[in-house]
Nanobody
Framework: QVQLVESGGGLVQAGGSLRLSCAAS????????MGWFRQAPGKEREFVAG?????????LYANSVEGRFSISRDNAKNMVYLQMNSLKPEDTAVYYC??????????????????WGQGTQVTVSS
């Protein structure tokens, strides 16, 4: 069983930056694929970024955040981060950290992620 707790959300002006953190406990974090998802009001939850435990240098990003967001992990601290730069009002959403045990290939489908955090709100004002 993996427990995930996100932090770092808040209100920021367009063009600003935020860094989300996800603390993991339980399970075998260093061998777990991690991902960030988000859900905006009235929309379905969508994949934002993912990182494998095999090659930290080859993360995967949604087209909408490519070049602006960066996912990273620190296995020594059981932490995953999402650095968000050049934020836009359309980035406003609840952001969720998720864990996909087993395998090494980064997954974009929610069904592959078995553990979820409670979410943290990110609001970008124009």
């Amino acid at each position: 069983q993996v427990q995930l707790v996100e932090s770092g959300g808040g209100l920021v002006q367009a063009g600003g930056s935020l860094r989300l953190s996800c603390a993991a406990s339980g399970g075998t974090f260093r061998y777990t694929r991690m991902g960030w998802f988000r859900q905006a009001p009235g929309k379905e939850r969508e994949f934002v970024a993912g990182i494998s435990w095999v090659n930290f240098n080859s993360p995967l990003y949604a087209n909408s955040v490519e070049g602006r967001f960066s996912i990273s992990r620190d296995n020594a601290k059981n932490m995953v981060y999402l650095q968000m730069n050049s934020l836009k009002p359309e980035d406003t959403a609840v952001y969720y950290c998720a864990a996909a045990p087993g395998g090494a290939t980064i997954q974009t489908a929610q069904s592959e992620y078995h553990y979820w955090g409670q979410g943290t709100q990110v609001t970008v004002s124009s």
